[in-house]
């Protein structure tokens, strides 16, 4: 059951049902990028501590130090180093200003959702701006990406498999008579109803899809599409979004 619901899931993020008819400018519904396989956390430590990356619901970049939904993401890359990074719970993507500061935006911007992944000779993952050479690092202190350089605290990261529950990821919506042609699964409706008490946990999972909403699946760029580059991945030109920062 979990593996079917897995499948769905991330076959509703790579816009299998819905990318022809709602182009996304966004690395994780473009088929010319790698897949994204799994659900991760990534996790980094010190000699004290240890953390995981998370984005919060309200958009708020955080770290928690043991597995939640909001630490879940998924990660796709193009397969030179470029990566783009999202809170699954959240649907936000990750993204950093020009100080080094972490927020997130549930619109993908090129110029600060976009991070260079440097693999490590101890095995961790430095994510760093593909903007401003900038790290990430939960530590909080901006530091600047130079290959053989010492690293601050929590900025090095290793991606560990998710072990949250997968229902903690999906909205539950009833059954219905009537379905939509044009949205068959629901997942542009925007009220949903809950699922009754009265059915089993398993019934209830069956029917689960993640719910996104027709405005983050509307195109934010201009009609005319460069057939070189259709989702404008290299193009410069892209609008600031709402944004909430690491605290």
């Known amino acids: 059951m979990h593996s079917a619901l897995l499948i769905l899931f991330l076959a509703v993020l790579r816009g299998f049902q819905i990318g022809s008819t709602f182009p996304i400018p966004s690395p994780l ?7 994204p396989k799994r ?7 010190s000699d004290k501590r240890s953390f995981h990356l998370a984005i ?3 958009g708020q970049v955080d770290r928690t130090p043991i597995q939640t939904p909001s630490s879940a993401m998924l ?45 490590l000779e101890n095995g961790y993952d430095v994510y760093h701006s593909s903007k401003s050479n900038l790290v990430l690092n939960l530590g909080g202190r901006a530091h600047t990406y130079l290959p053989g350089g010492n690293l601050p605290p929590y900025s090095q990261f290793i991606s560990l498999v998710n072990t949250v529950e997968l229902e903690h990821f999906v909205r539950r919506r009833s059954t219905s008579i009537h379905v939509d042609p044009s949205d068959p699964f629901g997942m542009f ?3 949903s ?10 019934s209830q999972a069956s029917r689960e899809v993640p719910a996104l909403s027709r405005e983050r699946t509307r195109s934010t760029y201009h ?10 991945l290299l193009a410069h030109k892209t609008n600031s979004s709402p944004r909430y920062s690491v605290s």
């Open 29 to 35: 519904l473009n088929p010319t990028w790698g897949d």
């Open 39 to 45: 659900l991760v956390h990534l996790y980094t430590s």
């Open 56 to 58: 919060n619901p309200d």
């Open 75 to 119: 990660l796709k890359s193009d397969g030179i180093g470029l990566v783009a990074i999202m809170g699954v719970k959240s649907e936000r993507y990750l993204c950093m200003d020009a100080n080094g500061k972490a927020f997130s935006s549930a619109v993908f911007n090129i110029e600060y959702c976009l991070f260079q992944q440097e693999r």
């Open 189 to 191: 409706t925007a009220n």
């Open 193 to 202: 109803q809950p699922a009754t008490g009265e059915d089993s946990v398993e």
């Open 223 to 232: 009609d005319e599409v460069d057939p070189d580059d259709p989702w404008r």
